[in-house]
């Protein structure tokens, strides 16, 4: 199966109407192409389940708010184009979508908010994945690029205005890596530019605490299931030096689940030796089955 080719045939769904990829369009006055305003989400189709909704429609509905922009769709009625799209593009599982929700169609091309004149945009593009492509795993680079506070941009939004990040993925590019590790303001390790970051070291599972870094799903389901099976689980702050002190490494998100890292900077990691990561891998398998 060309996964590639099945994408090209996909159905995109823009404010309610079905479109085929090469139409699905939208106005160069719409907010999001402007100026980055606006929320999205990520969600995963696996056996028919769109896997942690209640979840991902949370946070959606909890950045918009954040952001001032209140969606002309109840959460019911957001679900019933998500199943729309699914039902029009033929899709039971390995499949993937974007929600995106951004402020509407403006008057003039300028940063007002005042300036929109119809409701939010919403468009949900749904892809097919593949079940098969196991990421082996990534090369990290770190990078001089941070996440901010919450008073310039909050790095816990899902918002379309992303170029902190491009600009991290760009310098991890450059350097010869697939993504980035940024710190934090204080250069604490945080997070890369896309995932969540974890580390063991002394069999304990080290993460950021979460302050200024995306508050990943996956990422809380994998402290979970640390806490559920007696894995030691820290919410710290911790130094490169503790990442080139570990013995495995991993990011979590949504389509990815649980990557190894192969390699950050000089430091190269095994990953046939990793013992925490791939116990966690399998419980989070299973519970996502379940």
């Not at 309610?16 to 939208?26: D, M, S, V």
């Not at 941070?146 to 790095?155: C, K, L, S, V, Y």
Request: net charge negative.
């Amino acid at each position: 199966m060309d996964i590639n080719k099945l994408n090209q045939q996909i159905l995109i769904n823009v404010n309610g109407e079905l479109l085929p990829r090469e139409n699905a369009t939208i106005t160069v006055y719409e907010s999001g192409y402007l100026m980055g305003d606006g929320i999205w989400e990520g969600i995963r189709l696996i056996d028919n389940n769109w896997i942690f909704l209640d979840e991902h429609l949370d946070r959606l509905f909890e950045g918009l708010a954040d952001i001032d922009i209140k969606l002309h769709l109840s959460r019911e009625e957001l679900i019933k184009e998500i199943l729309k799209t699914q039902e029009a593009n033929n899709m039971s599982n390995n499949a993937h979508a974007r929600l995106m929700v951004t402020r509407g169609v403006k008057s003039k091309p300028f940063q007002q908010p005042g300036l929109v004149i119809g409701d939010p945009t919403l468009v949900i593009i749904m892809e097919h994945s593949d079940s098969n492509a196991k990421r082996e795993g990534v090369k990290m680079a770190s990078v001089p690029q941070i996440r901010g506070i919450a008073t310039t941009q909050d790095p816990k939004l899902n918002s379309h205005s992303k170029l902190n990040c491009i600009l991290a993925c760009i310098q991890a590019n450059k350097a010869g890596a697939d993504e980035a590790l940024m710190m934090d303001i204080n250069g604490y390790v945080n997070t890369t530019n896309s995932c969540n970051f974890f580390i063991v070291k002394n069999d304990e599972v080290w993460t950021s605490t979460g302050e200024y870094c995306m508050n990943g799903i996956t990422r809380k389901k994998v402290i979970m299931l640390c806490k559920q099976n007696n894995i030691p689980i820290f919410e710290k702050n911790f130094y490169l030096e503790d990442v080139y002190e570990a013995n495995e490494c991993f990011i979590t998100g949504t389509l990815g689940s649980l990557t190894p890292v192969l390699e950050l900077d000089h430091k190269k990691f095994n990953k046939d030796l990793f013992v925490i990561m791939n116990q966690l891998n399998q419980l989070y398998s299973e519970l996502i089955s379940a």
